[in-house]
């Protein structure tokens, strides 16, 4: 224990950009993956034939092993933050995507008859029902994509993206236990505060009579 105390302190600052470096290629890839999920998923609730063949696009993405997918990544875009951020959104999408999808569609039909019936136009009853019915899960997949990106981004650095994966790596390659075990601690405390943060996130966007 000493001895990674130890280490930690002498490289402190350098364990810091790497720790700057997953968090910025993990919520990247998280957020262009929000920007198209959910819109993509409200849109696929109103073309059902077209949701099937998307939805299982999407799935047949989330098959493909990490490293495969990273891989086949080079030869497009080569290496670096690039193709590694590409690939983290790939596997982003399909939580955000079918949890929007899914929760849109089980809203309550009697509320959107009811708003109909008030004179609500398409857009009124997605804004002021639909959307506010589903938002808890509709950030539970966002949740859910965001803590698997940040486990997901340690395969990063084989690419060249960089982040805590770094260390774990270097660590293996050099024998090196205490860089093993520090990159491998960080990515666990990483995810854990991005959980109970997203968490708490999907609790006040829940609005207050729908919350649990």
Same mark, same amino acid.
């Given at each position: 224990?000493?001895?990674?105390?130890?280490?930690?302190?002498?490289?402190?600052?350098?364990?810091?950009?790497?720790?700057?470096?997953?968090?910025?290629?993990?919520?990247?890839?998280?957020?262009?993956?929000?920007?198209?999920?959910?819109?993509?998923?409200?849109?696929?609730?109103?073309?059902?034939?077209? /949701?099937?063949?998307?939805? &299982? =696009?999407?799935?047949?993405?989330?098959?493909?092993? +990490?490293? @495969?997918? #990273?891989?086949?990544? %080079?030869?497009?875009?080569?290496?670096?933050?690039?193709?590694?951020?590409?690939?983290?959104?790939?596997?982003?999408?399909?939580?955000?995507?079918?949890?929007?999808?899914?929760?849109?569609?089980?809203?309550?039909?009697?509320?959107?008859?009811?708003?109909?019936?008030?004179?609500?136009?398409?857009?009124?009853?997605?804004?002021?029902?639909?959307?506010?019915?589903?938002? /808890?899960?509709?950030?539970? &997949? =966002?949740?859910?994509?965001?803590?698997?990106?940040? +486990?997901? @981004?340690? #395969?990063?650095?084989? %690419?060249?993206?960089?982040?805590?994966?770094?260390?774990?790596?270097?660590?293996?390659?050099?024998?090196?236990?205490?860089?093993?075990?520090?990159?491998?601690?960080?990515?666990?405390?990483?995810?854990?505060?991005?959980?109970?943060?997203?968490?708490?996130?999907?609790?006040?966007?829940?609005?207050?009579?729908?919350?649990?």
């Amino acid at each position: 224990m000493n001895d990674l105390l130890q280490f930690i302190s002498s490289r402190h600052s350098e364990i810091l950009q790497i720790i700057w470096q997953h968090v910025y290629i993990s919520f990247i890839s998280v957020g262009a993956g929000f920007i198209v999920a959910i819109p993509l998923g409200i849109i696929l609730t109103k073309f059902e034939k077209l /949701s099937k063949y998307i939805l &299982g =696009f999407v799935n047949i993405i989330q098959t493909i092993p +990490s490293l @495969a997918l #990273l891989g086949f990544m %080079i030869p497009l875009l080569g290496i670096g933050v690039t193709p590694a951020i590409s690939a983290l959104f790939l596997y982003s999408l399909l939580p955000m995507l079918q949890n929007t999808y899914t929760g849109i569609k089980d809203v309550d039909p009697a509320l959107t008859n009811a708003a109909k019936g008030m004179g609500m136009t398409e857009l009124q009853i997605l804004m002021k029902v639909e959307i506010p019915m589903a938002v /808890s899960v509709i950030m539970s &997949g =966002f949740r859910t994509a965001t803590i698997y990106t940040i +486990s997901w @981004a340690t #395969l990063a650095s084989l %690419i060249g993206g960089g982040g805590l994966g770094y260390l774990v790596f270097t660590g293996l390659a050099t024998s090196n236990n205490n860089m093993i075990i520090a990159g491998a601690l960080g990515a666990v405390l990483l995810a854990t505060l991005t959980e109970f943060l997203t968490r708490k996130l999907q609790f006040f966007a829940t609005p207050k009579g729908l919350r649990k």
